[in-house]
């Protein structure tokens, strides 16, 4: 009998952290945000980011040529000098060296 109520209290206390991490929330907001993808399709923690002249932009903004404006003209942006472009992230747009990412110019809600 006593080893019966050894086993069950044993059994009660390992089952106690799974059972209390089954609701982690207790429904305080704690799935805000899960599943919701973001319109531009930034990587998380991006997608509000903005960053200043002088700053450093993620270097896969500036080695990925598909975050490159090929025809800044159209948007009224001066060509870029040699070893910048300009670049997009959502509705800005930085003009950063290719090499180190370093901003030298920002233009805020272009596309918005």
Known sequence: MKSILITAA???????PTATMADP???????KGAGKAHPHGMPPGQAKKQWGRGDHIPRAYV??????????ARYRLSRPPVGYEWV????????????????ADVVRSLFN
């Open 25 to 31: 929330g207790h429904g305080r907001h704690h799935d």
């Open 10 to 16: 044993v059994v009660a206390v390992l089952a106690l």
């Open 63 to 72: 080695t990925e040529r598909t975050y490159y404006i090929t025809e800044p």
């Open 88 to 103: 997009r992230v959502g509705d800005d747009v930085y003009l950063a060296q290719t090499q180190t990412g370093l901003i």
